[in-house]
């Protein structure tokens, strides 16, 4: 089992920036795939980008494309989510989990374990 920690949000204007980082500890972490999620309040946990062990493959929802960027420091066992051009619509609780198999599909939150306890971004308009 890996422990992951989110840390990074804050309140922002639109069009501000942020940058999310995911600690971890525990576990091998440069092995895993890690993935960040969102909850807006009375909404569904949604996907929001996930990078590979090695940082080669990364997917980003399309609401997020151009303006997120996922990284990783597997030498710090940190990834990080630079969010830019914010917006009120991106205002959610931001969660980082550990991808259970390379096999599984990388947006659905079910196939992800190790859930950190998440970081409030919020966005004034």
């Known amino acids: 089992q890996v422990r992951l920690v989110e840390s990074g949000g804050g309140l922002v204007q639109a069009g501000g920036s942020l940058r999310l980082s995911c600690a971890a500890s525990g576990r091998t972490f440069s092995t895993d795939g890690i993935g960040w999620f969102r909850q807006a309040l009375g909404k569904e946990r949604e996907f929001v980008a996930h990078i590979s062990p090695s940082g080669q493959v990364i997917d980003y929802a399309d609401s997020v494309k151009e303006r997120f960027t996922i990284s990783r420091d597997n030498a710090k066992v940190t990834v990080y989510l630079q969010m830019n051009i914010l917006k009120p619509e991106d205002t959610a609780v931001y969660f980082c989990?550990?991808?259970?198999?390379?096999?599984?599909?990388?947006?659905?939150?079910?196939?992800?374990?190790?859930w950190g306890q998440g970081t409030q971004v919020t966005v004034s308009s």
């Open positions: 989990a550990r991808r259970r198999s390379r096999f599984e599909s990388p947006s659905n939150a079910q196939n992800y374990d190790d």
